[in-house]
C-alpha cells in the first residue's frame, strides 16, 4: 500500500514565478482533492475530481490556480504568476468511490513558499 | 451550509490525564463526522468517523468520540494522554462529498 504521494515536498520560488505541483493518489480511489492550509487553520478545499472530471472549484480557487487530472490517476496544481500570499501548505486527499461517509486519505503536503 | 467549530485553538495536558477536544457542528441533517489528527509536516490522517450507525465511536490509539445530536456535538476523548499524542486534531462535517474543516485544536502533553 503506497498511500497518497505529493511531490515535491517543498518548494521555494520568487514573487511572480509557476509552480506545479503533482499529487498520485492510491490506485483504486477515483476522488481527488486539493485543499489549501495556512498555518492555524483547517485545510481549505480548493478543487476536486471525480476520475478526470473536476466536479467543483471553490471560490479561493483564483484563475490563476488551475488543476488537471488527465487520465482520471495522479493530478498537477500549477499557480501562475505566485504572490507572497500562496505561501502555503497544499494538500492532496482522495478517496474512494461510492459513499459520502467515505474519509479522505490525505498525501504529506507540498510546501511553498514565496518570496 | 455546514459548519464545524472547534473550541479551544490549545488545549494542554498532563501525561495520563484526560483528553478532551470539543467539536460543535452545524447541519439541518444528521452529518458523517471525522475527527483528523495531524503530525508537524505531515498530512491528515483519520482517527475515527461518525456514520450513524453507532453514537459511541472507537478510534485509533486509545481515542473515542460520542455523537450527541440534542448537543451537536461530536467531543473526542482519551482517558489517558501520551506524550506521543501532541499533535493538532480536527474536526470534519461531510454529508456532500466535500467535507468542510474546522480550525483544529492543538494538543499539547506535559511530561
Known amino acids: 500500500d503506497t498511500g497518497v504521494s505529493q511531490n515535491p515536498r517543498h518548494k521555494i520560488t520568487k514573487r511572480g514565478q509557476n509552480v506545479t505541483f503533482r499529487c498520485d493518489p492510491i490506485?483504486?480511489?477515483?476522488?481527488l482533492y486539493w485543499y489549501r492550509q495556512t498555518l492555524g487553520q483547517g485545510p481549505e478545499f480548493l478543487t476536486y475530481f471525480q476520475n478526470e472530471a473536476q466536479l467543483e472549484k471553490s471560490r479561493l480557487l483564483s484563475d490563476r490556480f488551475s488543476a488537471e487530472r488527465p487520465k482520471g490517476s495522479f493530478s498537477t496544481l500549477e499557480i501562475q504568476r505566485t504572490e507572497q500570499g500562496d505561501s502555503a501548505m497544499y494538500l492532496c486527499?482522495?478517496?474512494?468511490?461510492?459513499?459520502?461517509?467515505?474519509?479522505?486519505?490525505f498525501g504529506p503536503g507540498t510546501r511553498l513558499t514565496v518570496l | 451550509a455546514q459548519s464545524v467549530t472547534q473550541l479551544g485553538s490549545h488545549v494542554s495536558v498532563s501525561e495520563g490525564a484526560l483528553v478532551l477536544l470539543r467539536c460543535n457542528y452545524s447541519s439541518s441533517v444528521p452529518p458523517y463526522l471525522f475527527w483528523y489528527v495531524q503530525y508537524p509536516n505531515q498530512g491528515l490522517q483519520l482517527l475515527l468517523k461518525y456514520t450513524s450507525a453507532a453514537t459511541l465511536v472507537k478510534g485509533i490509539n486509545g481515542f473515542e468520540a460520542e455523537f450527541k445530536k440534542s448537543e451537536t456535538s461530536f467531543h473526542l476523548t482519551k482517558p489517558s494522554a501520551h506524550m506521543s499524542d501532541a499533535a493538532e486534531y480536527f474536526c470534519a462535517s461531510g454529508g456532500s462529498y466535500i467535507p468542510t474543516f474546522g480550525r483544529g485544536t492543538s494538543l499539547i502533553v506535559h511530561p
Open positions: 490506485s483504486e480511489h477515483n476522488r
Open positions: 486527499a482522495s478517496s474512494p468511490a461510492g459513499f459520502q461517509s467515505n474519509e479522505q486519505f
